[in-house]
């Protein structure tokens, strides 16, 4: 049977595209909107503080994974903390980022550079002083505290801790400190009161304690 030319046509439009109807199926995955690159979060700083190598003892003998402690911030005064688990280091570390990123809290700073005031924190047996340092003191802290500051933001600040040296206690007893601060705005808020009452007094005070 001869092909006539309308046959032979349609053929060629099916064989090009699969259907006709189909044949641009495949412009939809080379699209501008998948073709789109995604954002990256760069405005975050993480520093790992802190990694440990676990065993898990099973039937066939022990199986070894990685635990991460990672601190992430945005140097303006946010930041958090997270530990994730996982056998090969890469996925540990990337566990715990997604999860200080997700746990992360806002501490006001005086100056953009110190805190507002000293304060004191506890977590388990890990016990931490914070102290606010006048400007040009720079970070006087251990290594997972000096974590944390950095990559919160804070320059100036002057930091002990007591007790316990287990880097997970010192961040949490860290980040117990640092919630439990108080900015004169929040404070005069409370107390129904203008910011410059408050400065007023204190700094009244510190004049008198010093001529004392």
Known sequence: MARTPSDASERGRRGR???GEGGGR?????????ARPEREESEFVDKLVHINRVAKVVKGGRRFAFAALVVVGDAKGRVG????KAREVPEAIR?????????MIKVALREGRTLHHDVFGHFGSG???????????GIIAGGPMRAVFETMGVQDVVAKCLGTSNPHNMVKATFAALVSLAS?????????KKV?????RRDGAAAATSAA
């Open 95 to 103: 566990k715990a980022t997604d999860q200080a990123k997700r746990n």
């Open 184 to 192: 004169p705005r929040s404070v005069a808020a409370k107390r129904g």
């Open 17 to 19: 595209g699969g259907d």
């Open 81 to 84: 903390y997270g530990s994730g």
């Open 127 to 137: 016990r931490v002083v914070l102290r606010a340092a006048p400007a040009g003191t």
């Open 26 to 34: 495949g412009r939809g995955r080379g699209g501008p909107e998948s």
């Open 196 to 200: 410059g009452e408050l400065i007023g």
